[in-house]
């Protein structure tokens, strides 16, 4: 065991059920739409929307200014996911703390993270004062209010499937720590199978994913449980048990992730939980053949519902059980 590793508590309290809101991220969406104008072929293509601002970036290219300041960003190897969360401080100066905190524990490719912001907020502020009084601006206000309303009107659904996650693995409140979960309208410039979490304010998950991909919404909302106990797990873990995770992935995960044992792990913890062992309790022929991580996930899962203790939760089991599976591998 490393040096550092938590102990083991006796007893926690659950997560209640977190406050469910849906409201809009402007930062997001004009970082969105930046990324769009500077490259038409990113992201959705296809729907009517996504056509007319390629059009639109056609005749209207972005300000040389702009294009500057996200070649310097990106040559200072900050990464699409670090740019986001600094968009969401846009209007939103309360976030920023959060933000540094994110970066530093996180994020070691980020070396100057206030810089980061600085230049999110410059570009984003840039472009909004010449695209908020275009026809396009009105199109997208229009487009995120429909959705808004869609969404206010799933409110008890989606409820539902956060309690039912939450009944599963009996989050500790003190590791969560999510008390406010925030839906940010459908980006049109996005596909429908993507999606991002973010946290950088106390108590609160900010979801950025499609209204109609349910499921995505899970996978989001899970790395607010997951990814803490990892953080937990982590500290427990030797060298060995890292590198057998990154081992046992499978080639397409690692491919879209890298090679760090802690993404892996996340994902495959996840998409376990969504994809086999809350669907149908089954392993597919091709995760036994390829994906050794899940099947060792997956009987982890199993052993997890039969426990003895039902009082016990996840983190407490993983924490206790999960590192030696890692050992013997």
């Not at 026809?135 to 309690?163: C, H, Q, Y």
């Not at 409140?173 to 106390?202: C, H, N, Y």
């Not at 052993?303 to 059980?321: A, C, G, H, I, M």
């Amino acid at each position: 065991m490393n040096e550092g590793a938590p102990t083991q508590k006796e007893s926690f309290e659950i997560m209640k059920t977190p406050e469910i809101v849906v409201q809009g991220e402007k930062g997001v969406q004009l970082f969105s739409l930046i990324l769009k104008a500077e490259d038409p072929s990113k992201g959705e293509t296809e729907t009517p929307l996504a056509k007319e601002t390629s059009e639109y970036f056609k005749d209207n290219p972005l300000d040389p200014e702009i294009l500057k300041t996200i070649k310097e960003i990106r040559e200072q190897g900050v990464d699409k996911e670090s740019a986001y969360n600094a968009a969401l401080t846009y209007q939103h100066p309360e976030r920023i703390d959060g933000l540094f905190e994110m970066v530093a524990k996180h994020k070691p490719n980020v070396k100057n993270p206030q810089e980061m912001q600085q230049k999110i907020l410059t570009l984003l502020d840039a472009f909004d004062k010449s695209f908020s009084s275009s026809p396009l601006a009105k199109k997208f206000a229009d487009e995120e209010e429909r959705d808004k309303n869609k969404r206010l009107g799933k409110i008890e659904e989606t409820k539902e499937w956060v309690e039912d996650i939450i009944a599963f693995f009996k989050p500790d409140s003190e590791t969560t720590k999510i008390q406010k979960l925030s839906f940010i309208p459908t980006d049109p410039l996005s596909k429908v199978d993507s999606g991002k979490a973010f946290r950088i304010f106390p108590g609160e998950q900010i979801i950025m994913s499609h209204v109609d991909n349910v499921e995505n919404q899970k996978h989001e909302f899970l790395h607010g449980i997951i990814n803490p106990i990892v953080d937990k797990l982590s500290l427990k873990l030797t060298e060995e048990e890292k590198e057998n995770i990154s081992r046992l992935a499978r080639e397409r995960l690692k491919h879209d992730y890298g090679e760090n044992y802690y993404s892996l792990l996340c994902e495959e913890f996840i998409r376990t939980y969504l994809q086999t062992y809350k669907q149908d309790h089954l392993l597919r022929t091709r995760d036994i053949e390829e994906n050794k991580l899940r099947v060792l996930i997956f009987e982890f899962y199993k052993e997890y519902e039969s426990r003895t203790d039902r009082n016990e939760n996840f983190e407490q089991f993983v924490l206790d059980k999960f590192a030696g599976k890692m050992l013997s591998v």
